[in-house]
């Protein structure tokens, strides 16, 4: 095959010339030539001389080098042999027409197409007269003198050195664009099998005038010639195939990383196997889809056989059962086969699997050679063979820095796009229409993925991430891009979706994401907060739209679960960061405190205990509601210290009641994220011995969710905090997921029902009945009932019916400080005489 710089293409007002164009041409020049030398040279026609120097000519011809234009096939012969036999045995007009005889039976033989085998017959006539001018100019008279020989020689080569330019004007009028080293391939014949085809030539003719006798060593001479000769094509072959491979590596090292550049691989094989169609299947890699390159001379971008992984010659080639490249021709093809050449409408093809990152190999094949004259061959299979290694180092680049693309913009742990990713897309969204374009962004935070954390390390929140983003992927409709951003926090970009659509598909979303999972071993919680900005009304670039949607985030996570966004919210956001900066100081500084509200035996009213609630009168904002601050220290790490200072400030004002003989226990709120930090035992247990307080007077009471959950109830924190001797109360039980029969495993002393019960039972039979069964079953489980929201004398009476141990309301106290606690006190309470066995007195409300 002739060199890539051959194959550039001509400038377009070089259009290549029909085929029997060049050829009418050829044949004109041809005539003109013979016209203007032959009549001169006429002689006497002997048949017996006539015919061997024509056989001469058609064996000759039949041993040829071939070089390869596209489609179009050039061969150059040892005819130099026959040519010189037939200036000295037959000369002029009839040298020329044995030639053009012989070379006509020759490529009749080979089925070269009918205007090439026209136009080399010209050449051949041509060259003959050429030669035959030659001789004339010189003193040639026969091959007695030595110096004959050289004229011959002389000759010989002149119609060489003619023919070849008319060769390669054939080829660039033929659409080639002949290079330098296509100039070596045709002459390097020339001077190196020229000379000897000559001498021997002469040898031969020398010898049979002496004797006829002489054919016996002539013959094996000749034979010598041509085997010499296809020795030549062979080596000049095999050098083609490896100058193939080392163009083919150099193009292939420019080839880029993009899909323009795997096409550009596909169209490097085909020009330099000279194929008619290539096709390359690769299989699904990253986020990408199967791909088929395709390069054909008609600009097809596909076509059948290929794709299809049920394909015979595909399977073959790539199930590893076959070494190399596979080769499958028409002519020796089973039935099978030929239904499978037939489907591509091919005779010849070549198939071989490629290397890929993916973990299943591609699909390369090589469909029918271009040429005129040749056909894929062996040494066709073992150029591909060696391409391959070339196309599976470029086909793993062009995967690994895919890869690296890809990990640049995805998430490493769940896979989805990560920040950076989104914010490509939705610029990429709202360019493509400034105007009219519209996009909903949801961005959701997992609420308990701290305290997974915290409580069960990273492989189990990684393990939560990887469950949460299955949901929405899940349930996000399906034109949603899902996103991972950092920490817990996931993305919804939904195109074309208005505000109110957004928010809609934002509430149905946290609901329909809102389960239990089996992460770790457990069974956890997944719960949602979103917040919610949409295009163009919050903004029309990435950058704007996904700051509003974490404002409207940090909203949502305090509020219902779903927020949008809206420019108060900037002030909202703005006044958070600057209380969670101010946490701190702000317990040291004594604007975080505690207030109390008394709990009080349904039956005898003495004061059996009073809970401890937080509060923060910030000197800018005023007071700040303990939902806000309390959910803010969770958010930002502080829940703890938060907590601790809690606990000093009501074990402090427990110490000073054990000062005035005065037992009453005082109740803290704990935080489900303190259940997770593995010192909390040690934390109440260092406060308990700092004020000196006896565990039985301090209460901790928990949320519902946070006491079932599978990781505490996993865990021994509340076993651990049992025994300290304090108490353990559920709070706000009955608006969870909890069974009383759940608690007979846990170490609760009480519960608390949630005053959204106790409101309405003057008003309700229902809520009388949740209430009264609730009270029912706790007993039969030994535990004490606290009833919370206690607001008029009627409802404590039917609390007392039912037998609730403990009330806790406004018709007992508000939430009081502790100055005006110690008022209340005074005036509200008289004091009992210490229970025999205990060293303090009692308080008791006065009626």
């Not at 060769?167 to 020339?190: C, D, T, Y």
């Not at 096709?279 to 199967?290: F, S």
């Not at 591509?344 to 050679?369: F, K, M, N, S």
């Not at 039979?765 to 009264?772: D, H, L, N, P, Y």
Request: aromatic residues 6%; charged residues 20%; contains cysteine.
């Amino acid at each position: 095959m002739a060199s890539p710089e051959a194959h550039v293409p001509l400038p377009r007002s070089a259009a290549p010339l029909h085929p029997w164009v060049i050829a009418t041409a050829g044949v004109l020049l041809a005539l003109i030539t013979a016209v203007l030398v032959f009549p001169g040279t006429s002689t006497s026609l002997e048949p017996l001389p006539f015919l061997v120097v024509t056989a001469a000519f058609f064996v000759t011809e039949t041993v040829s080098l071939h070089v390869e234009f596209r489609r179009q096939t050039w061969s150059w012969s040892v005819s130099e042999l026959a040519l010189t036999i037939a200036l000295v045995e037959v000369g002029g007009i009839w040298a020329a027409v044995a030639r053009a005889l012989g070379l006509g039976l020759s490529l009749a033989v080979q089925r070269y197409a009918p205007a090439k085998a026209v136009f080399n017959m010209a050449v051949a006539i041509v060259e003959v007269a050429v030669a035959v001018v030659v001789l004339q100019a010189l003193p040639f008279d026969g091959i007695d003198d030595p110096i004959s020989w050289l004229y011959l020689l002389v000759a010989v080569f002149a119609a060489d050195v003619v023919g070849t330019p008319l060769v390669v004007g054939a080829i660039r009028l033929s659409g080639g664009n002949p290079s330098r080293r296509l100039w070596q391939e045709l002459l390097l014949p020339i001077a190196v099998v020229g000379p000897f085809a000559v001498s021997v030539a002469v040898v031969a003719m020398m010898l049979t005038r002496q004797t006829g006798w002489a054919a016996v060593l002539i013959v094996p001479a000749a034979v010598a010639v041509i085997v010499l000769f296809r020795r030549f094509a062979r080596v000049a072959g095999e050098g083609h195939r490896l100058q193939r491979v080392y163009e083919f590596a150099r193009r292939v090292e420019q080839v880029g990383s993009d899909e323009d550049g795997t096409l550009r691989i596909v169209e490097a094989v085909k020009e330099l196997l000279n194929a008619d169609r290539v096709a390359l299947w690769l299989p699904p890699y990253l986020d990408e889809e199967p791909r088929l390159v395709v390069a054909t001379e008609d600009g097809r971008a596909w076509y059948d056989g290929p794709g299809d992984p049920d394909d015979l010659i595909r399977r073959r080639a790539t199930d590893g059962s076959v070494d190399g490249p596979v080769l499958v021709s028409l002519a020796r093809a089973t039935e099978a086969e030929a239904a499978a050449l037939a489907r591509r409408d091919a005779e010849d093809l070549l198939a071989a699997p490629v290397a890929t990152a993916a973990g299943e190999p591609g699909y390369l094949e090589i469909c029918d050679r271009r040429s005129d004259a040749l056909s894929f061959a062996d040494g066709d299979r073992s150029a591909l063979d060696s391409m391959l290694t070339h196309i599976n180092a470029a086909i793993r680049q062009q995967q690994l820095l895919s890869q690296i693309r890809y990990d640049a913009d995805h998430d490493r742990l769940t896979g989805l796009p990560n920040r950076q990713r989104l914010a490509v897309e939705i610029d990429q969204l709202l360019g493509a229409d400034p105007v009219a374009g519209r996009a909903g962004l949801i961005l959701a935070a997992l609420d308990n993925y701290t305290e997974v954390t915290d409580t069960l390390g990273h492989a189990a929140s990684d393990e939560l991430l990887l469950v949460t983003a299955g949901l929405l992927r899940e349930h996000a409709p399906p034109q949603a891009l899902v996103a991972r951003m950092e920490g817990e926090q996931f993305a919804v970009l939904l195109p074309g979706l208005s505000l109110a659509a957004t928010e809609r598909a934002a509430r149905r979303l946290r609901e329909a994401t809102s389960t239990r999972a089996r992460v770790a071993g457990l069974d956890l919680e997944v719960t949602l907060s979103i917040g919610v900005a949409a295009a163009p009304v919050h903004g029309t670039d990435a950058g704007t739209l996904m700051q509003r949607a974490d404002v409207a985030l940090l909203a949502g996570a305090g509020s219902s679960g779903v927020a949008s966004y809206h420019p108060v919210l900037d002030q909202q956001s703005l006044r958070r960061l600057q209380l969670g900066t101010e946490l701190e100081s702000a317990m040291v500084e004594g604007q975080i405190s505690v207030v109390f509200q008394p709990i009080i035996d349904a039956r005898t009213s003495d004061i059996v205990s009073v809970e401890t609630l937080v509060r923060w009168a910030h000197p800018r904002y005023g007071a700040i509601a303990p939902d806000d601050f309390i959910h803010l220290a969770e958010q930002i790490g502080r829940i703890g210290p938060l907590t601790d200072h809690v606990l000093d400030l009501a074990l402090a004002r427990c110490r000073k009641w054990l000062d005035q003989d005065i037992a009453l226990s005082v109740a803290v709120n704990l935080s489900a994220r303190c259940l997770g930090e593995p010192d909390l035992v040690d934390r109440v247990r260092r406060a308990l011995r700092r004020h000196g307080v006896p565990g039985e007077l301090l209460t901790l009471e928990l949320t519902e969710g946070s006491v079932v959950d599978d990781s505490v109830r996993s865990s021994t924190v509340l076993a651990d905090l049992h025994a300290l001797g304090l108490r353990l109360s559920m709070d706000d039980f009955g608006t969870g997921y909890s069974s009383l029969s759940q608690l007979r495993q846990l170490p609760i002393d009480e519960v608390k029902i949630d005053k959204s019960f106790v409101l309405g039972m003057s008003t309700s039979q229902g809520e009388s009945f949740i209430a009264r069964s609730i009270i029912e079953l706790a007993h039969n489980l030994g535990l004490r009932v606290v009833a919370e929201g206690v607001e008029d004398e009627l409802t404590r009476n039917l609390l007392a019916e039912m037998g609730c141990d403990k009330l806790q309301g406004f018709l007992v106290s508000r939430p009081l400080p502790d100055d005006r606690l110690e008022s209340w006190i005074l005036a509200r309470t008289g004091v009992r005489s210490a229970i025999p066995g205990t060293p303090h007195r009692r308080l008791f409300v006065r009626t």
